[in-house]
């Protein structure tokens, strides 16, 4: 088998990653875009079954960052999923921020990163908050949330 340098390297660095990075195709600013970006960002499937798993399912509301936070943290037995679902934590907390609050909507950091930007132009990196709550538990989602909101 012949060495690939790019793949060895990513492999080695796959445990260390942070986060979905989204590279935008096209031209960005088109709303078919926003809604398009907005669609893929949502999907959150790893955390859509690991709810189910747990007879919740997952609606799109504030109501439902809440239920999130009453979850039995069993993925933190899983180091190798904790990431991803904290990852799709963060993109489900920022799915609901963008249906429920006005002005807020999806943005891309010229890394790819995804972030919420609010109507202030204030970005939220909701991977992050996503990622600390798989891991630690806190932040609440409903309490970033709820703080947000009232920005």
Do not use: H
Not at 116 to 142: Q, T
Request: glycine share 10%; net charge negative.
């Amino acid at each position: 088998m012949k060495n690939i340098p790019f793949l060895d390297n990513w492999l080695k660095r796959r445990d260390a990653a942070r986060g979905t990075a989204v590279i935008a195709l096209g031209d960005a600013g088109g709303d078919s875009d926003t809604e398009g970006l907005a669609k893929l960002l949502a999907d959150c499937e790893l955390l859509r079954v690991r709810a189910g798993d747990a007879g919740l399912e997952l609606d799109d509301s504030p109501a439902s960052l809440e239920a999130l936070d009453q979850l039995t943290p069993r993925w933190r037995d899983d180091p190798e999923e904790l990431p991803w679902l904290g990852n799709d934590a963060g993109l489900y907390l920022g799915s609901v921020i963008v249906r429920t609050v006005p002005g807020a909507v999806w943005g891309l950091w010229p890394s790819g990163q995804p972030v919420v930007r609010l109507a202030s132009g204030r970005e939220i990196n909701v991977v992050e908050f996503g990622l600390d709550w798989a891991v630690n538990g806190a932040p609440e989602l409903s309490q970033v949330y709820a703080e947000i909101a009232e920005l």
